[in-house]
């Protein structure tokens, strides 16, 4: 059974980039009812006992209830952890390969709001590391790039909620503004740390 994981912060600890009334029903609301659905989903199958990663490796694009459900466990899971109150500047490895990429930091915020901006709908912006290789992609829902038929290679450092659920009490239709605001509320230490890990694979 998966369980919802604890807030690594208190609810208004991202004001007031992100509004506690947000926080609360995005994670008690919003994660808690993809946990519970993924639960069901999942009881009495050959997914009961494995990892969300393996379950997500390896489902196929028609098992709705798993693939919505799971995605949204795995993706705000990704998602609390990549955030903390008051951010952290870029460092490490993370950053000098963002330039790389990227060529500055600033083009790499520009590109990816950008792609922020123009997943239609429900989503995700991602930004993954192939091999150690930066990627800005987007999915619609609550699929990811652990998810074989996503067009998207290589694994999550950085996932930007884009549903209206994530932003809509604060920033109403102004998806910019929250992208904005997201900004300021990155925890650069962790994105560097999973970036990290992604060079050992
Ligand atoms: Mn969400």
Known sequence: MFKLPDLPYAYDALEPYIDEATMRVHHLGHHQGYTNKLNAAIEGTCYENKSIDEILKSIHIHQTAIRNNGGGY????????????????????????????FGSFENFRDAFKQAGLSRFGSGWTWLVSEHGKLHICTTPNQDNPLMKFVDCLGKP???????????YLKHQNKRGAYIDDF??????DEVNRLYEESLDK
């Open 74 to 101: 795995w993706n705000h899971n990704l998602y609390w952890r990549i955030m903390k109150p008051g951010g952290s500047e870029p460092g490490g490895k993370i950053a000098a390969a963002i330039r790389r990429d």
């Open 157 to 167: 450092v950085l996932g930007m909620d884009v549903w209206e659920h994530a932003y």
């Open 183 to 188: 900004f300021h509320v990155i925890n650069w």
